[in-house]
């Protein structure tokens, strides 16, 4: 009796699940299989269009490096600012917390602007290194992956950030402490311990990361242009400007099962590597 | 077991003048210590006393504000704690969670730079030592706690270290298998004839395990003997009350002569005691006696004070009675229980025959 009363609590969500979330999938399916915008001629003529045609390989390649190269770029900074975070004072870590999160206070487009006035022809990076001396010309790093790459890892930041802290946080102060003692240098704790231990956290970070870059139209719009080809801004000429919903929905689907394939490769390594500590 | 090289292995280990100070407040201040090769030395307090403080000053994880550390003579205080060659056990072992058991005895040698065959060869060895030979391929979860100390203490020694260090050791530990772990450790130590500093606030143990204690209050020494020393003639009003149960009762020096003392009670009796040092006549004092020092007696007499008797309570082969002096000082007496039982009309207090009662300035 009770373990139906608990299920029947599950049921609202699970309607509006299936009503908001399976059902337009399934119907993203559906559309997919017909070979004219009107939606008329069922068939397989938009896949066979999509992966058939080797541009749409180099934007999969490209969307997935682009999720992957961001992914680097939140470890490589966001790993050294959570053992910074770490070792800072309770006061210093209330400071950190605030600025880590705040970015996620802010809207992506609000964002994702700041960085064009950054990144500019005439923006903050290039008068400063122009008036150094250190370039002649202005940089071109709007419109370009790089100028994406730098924007999508502080605005992905936080999503590093926060699970790596949560995890690392909770870790014995004294295995630190323990692997020193035995003799081991800094680094062979931070590689042996501390990074073994954080693996449940560092995987969500590049989780989060991955799929919310590889996804993010916006930032990808704004500050690539149409210059660089992304899925999302394929689904969107497809969908709003050939009206095209049969092909747009082929792309989506492409983009939903390539994430997916990566998400699910990431997650089985934490699991593995996770498998130590909390298994 | 004192075989030349272990005898020659052992460390001495000097404290000079510590200091250690977080932000305005000290947690250690000015404690100088020389502990003797292969000596095993409790540090003993309350919590706050500023003993696990020392610890890591000596471990290298907390730096000092003044004051040295030597081993064997010479100063350690700018090598790192990775460089100092001193092992410690933590009191929640700190065992690393995601290697097996050989991995984490293996790990010190491993960050030495020793690798193959030499490093199996001593896990094996240490882990025989602890008698946790079966148990190589088990994560520290899968363990007990008095196993995983015991990985822990395998894990310490296994890189030969110059001095051992325990951080409240035995505090997670239930009562029976604290006791089977302290002969443990004290049998491990002196096989290996190590200099060991043991930090706890557990006087049995202090007493159990160390050959010295060094009595700790607000960041200071404030005795540093042998365990029966400490016992029978604390030298502070602290370390008589920390240590064991004690009755104190106030009085005066009423004269002093030919080194014997003269103290009145206050509970209306004049005893004659061995002149205690830097306490001259006239001086208020507490009197310090151990509850198995004093008896009941139904006999008046000079050296002997009435009391109002309380609850008589068995405990184990001992008879404690409780007691109450004419000036209101609560007094417990322990002697042995007889099989005579119940004695009425014994309402006078006396100190027995081998009494070694203390004197302490009674403070304003």
Known sequence: ?279 | MQDASKAKAARTLDVEDLTVRYGTSTAVDGVTLAIEPGEVVALLGPSGCGKTTLLRVIAGFVRQAAGRVRVDGTVIDHLPPNQRNIGIVFQNYALFPHMTVAENVAYGLRARGIGGPEVAARVSRFLEIVQLGGFKERLPRQLSGGQQQRVAIARALAVEPQILLLDEPFAALDRNLRLDMQIEVKRLQRTLGLTTILVTHDQDEAMSVADRIAVMNKGKVEQFDSPVAIYDRPQTLFVNGFIGTTNLMPGRITSLQDGTATVSLDAGASLLLPAPQGLGAGQPILLSVRPEQLALSSAAGPEAWKVDPGLSLPIGAQLVHEARTADGAALKIVEPRRPTGAEPGRIYCTLTADARPSLFPRPA
Request: proline share 5%; charged share 10%; net charge positive.
């Open chain 1, 1 to 279: 009796m009770r373990k139906l009363a608990e299920w029947q609590l599950a049921l609202p969500l699970a309607l509006a699940f299936a009503s908001i979330f399976l059902a337009p999938l399934l119907m993203l399916v559906g559309v997919s299989f017909f070979n004219d915008d009107k939606i008329s001629q069922p068939g397989f003529g938009q896949w066979a269009k999509f992966l058939g045609d080797p541009f749409s390989y180099k934007v999969i390649a490209d969307t997935m490096l682009l999720g992957l190269k961001t992914v680097c770029a939140t470890i490589v900074i966001g790993y050294p600012l959570a053992l910074i975070y770490l070792d800072a004072s309770p006061r210093l870590q209330k400071v950190l917390i605030f600025i880590i999160v705040m970015p996620l206070l802010l809207s992506v487009v609000v964002r994702t602007f700041a960085w064009i006035v950054v990144l500019g022809r005439e923006g903050v990076v290039n008068t400063i290194l122009l008036q150094l001396g250190i370039i002649s010309e202005p940089l071109r790093l709007l419109q370009t992956e790089l100028g994406l790459v730098i924007s999508l890892t502080q605005i992905e930041m936080p999503l590093m950030l926060l699970p790596l802290i949560s995890v690392m946080s909770r870790l014995d102060p004294n295995l630190r402490d323990a692997s020193s003692a035995l003799g081991a240098s800094r680094w062979r704790t931070l590689f042996k311990v501390i990074v073994p231990l954080s693996m449940p956290g560092l995987v969500a970070g590049c989780l989060l990361v991955f799929a919310s870059s590889t996804t993010a139209f916006i930032s990808q719009t704004v500050i690539g242009g149409v210059r660089l080809i992304y899925l999302p801004l394929l689904i969107w000429q497809q969908s709003l400007v050939v009206f095209n919903w049969p092909f747009a929905a082929v792309v989506s689907l492409t983009l939903l099962v390539s994430v997916l394939t990566v998400v699910s490769a990431l997650s089985y390594l934490g699991r593995r590597t996770g498998g130590y500590v909390h298994g």
